[in-house]
């Protein structure tokens, strides 16, 4: 079972749980984000947070769509995503961008 779970929210954000609080956020440079007694913490994907790179709810405010979902592919595994399922298909971003 792994230690953390990110789970893509409906519309919203990234929701990072780490039970045990093993997990190590840094940014472009390497420098660590303080998560100090945090087990749970929401990672902005709209954009539009103004406490990047957590969520700030704006999400909601600005009426963000998120379609991803996990698609077992055919003959996959758990985990695959089907083409064009999302982030792990087609890479960074939204929707069907880059894929035209
Ligand atoms: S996902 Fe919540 S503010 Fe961006």
Excluded: W
Aim: glycine share 20%.
């Amino acid at each position: 079972m792994a230690s953390v779970k990110i789970t893509v929210r409906r519309n919203g954000p990234y929701r990072v749980e780490t039970p045990e609080g093993e997990v190590e956020l840094v940014d472009a440079d390497g420098n660590r984000y303080d998560l100090t007694g945090k087990t749970a913490f929401s990672l902005c994907r709209c954009g539009g947070s103004t406490k990047k790179p957590f969520c700030d709810g704006t999400h909601s405010k600005i009426g963000f769509q998120g379609a991803e979902s996990a698609v077992r592919a055919a003959g996959g595994h758990p985990g695959d995503a089907a083409p064009g399922a999302g982030p792990a298909a087609g890479g960074a971003g939204e929707g069907p961008a880059g894929r035209s």
